[in-house]
């Protein structure tokens, strides 16, 4: 639980991010500094643990149940509440903000690539900008992938009748949507699959690198995508 926590506060850290990247982009360096970046992991990576504190107390476990073939909070009001508050509520309300943010984006990135369309020195951000469109959706598709997990977790597991049944709507479910969490990734960062597709141009990369001299070795941009 600790990871899944870590997981969708690291979806929420960059839809913030990212949001902030295109409406405020001169406060970006500011905001997102190496030190506070670091400060913001340490914080949400604290609160995960702190989600997870009340999984120890008597009365509140969440196990896997063997002849169910689910994983299944304790019968008792520990277990009703955090199976809803914690798990349902919290993790369905994340996700609808990671949507929300990403939309507030999305919708930024589309007026400011109205404002650059006619413009010729901006053509470099305008490109930057249309490549951001397709991170837009691969944000929505990861946060909508967990909010159909948490949904088919708690309430369409309790439309079935069968131990089967109930396996794919928990348990398969969830193994699923955590694997696609990778293959979205693995979908929409061109980079990442050639580096595992082709290790070696990574080398080659880095040994073009070492090449370029100081004059061209600096190129910014206040992107964050």
């Given at each position: 639980?600790?990871?899944?926590?870590?997981?969708?506060?690291?979806?929420?850290?960059?839809?913030?991010?990212?949001?902030?990247?295109?409406?405020?982009?001169?406060?970006?360096?500011?905001?997102?500094?190496?030190?506070?970046?670091?400060?913001?992991?340490?914080?949400?990576?604290?609160?995960?643990?702190?989600?997870?504190?009340?999984?120890?107390?008597?009365?509140?476990?969440?196990?896997?149940?063997?002849?169910?073939?689910?994983?299944?909070?304790?019968?008792?009001?520990?277990?009703?509440?955090?199976?809803?508050?914690?798990?349902?509520?919290?993790?369905?309300?994340?996700?609808?903000?990671?949507?929300?943010?990403?939309?507030?984006t999305f919708i930024g990135?589309?007026?400011?690539?109205?404002?650059?369309?006619?413009?010729?020195?901006g053509q470099h951000d305008?490109?930057?900008?249309?490549?951001?469109?397709?991170?837009?959706?691969?944000?929505?598709?990861?946060?909508?992938?967990?909010?159909?997990?948490?949904?088919?977790?708690?309430?369409?597991?309790?439309?079935?009748?069968?131990?089967?049944?109930?396996?794919?709507?928990?348990?398969?479910?969830?193994?699923?949507?955590?694997?696609?969490?990778?293959?979205?990734?693995?979908?929409?960062?061109?980079?990442?699959?050639?580096?595992?597709?082709?290790?070696?141009?990574?080398?080659?990369?880095?040994?073009?690198?070492?090449?370029?001299?100081?004059?061209?070795?600096?190129?910014t941009s206040r992107w964050?995508?």
């Open positions: 639980m600790l990871f899944w926590y870590a997981s969708i506060y690291g979806q929420l850290q960059l839809a913030i991010n990212r949001l902030i990247a295109i409406t405020s982009p001169v406060l970006y360096n500011s905001i997102f500094s190496p030190r506070r970046t670091l400060q913001m992991l340490i914080f949400f990576w604290t609160l995960s643990f702190v989600h997870i504190i009340v999984y120890f107390w008597d009365g509140c476990d969440f196990t896997f149940n063997v002849p169910s073939m689910v994983w299944d909070y304790a019968t008792t009001s520990c277990g009703e509440i955090i199976s809803f508050y914690l798990d349902f509520v919290h993790g369905t309300t994340l996700c609808i903000a990671i949507i929300i943010l990403d939309t507030v990135i589309y007026k400011q690539v109205q404002k650059l369309s006619g413009s010729t020195t305008l490109n930057m900008l249309r490549k951001n469109v397709r991170l837009y959706i691969q944000a929505c598709l990861q946060a909508g992938c967990f909010a159909l997990m948490i949904c088919s977790f708690h309430i369409l597991s309790r439309l079935v009748k069968t131990n089967w049944q109930t396996f794919f709507l928990t348990t398969f479910v969830w193994e699923t949507a955590h694997a696609l969490d990778g293959v979205i990734i693995f979908m929409f960062y061109e980079s990442f699959r050639k580096v595992l597709c082709r290790p070696s141009c990574l080398q080659r990369k880095n040994l073009k690198g070492n090449t370029i001299t100081k004059g061209t070795m600096f190129s964050l995508f």
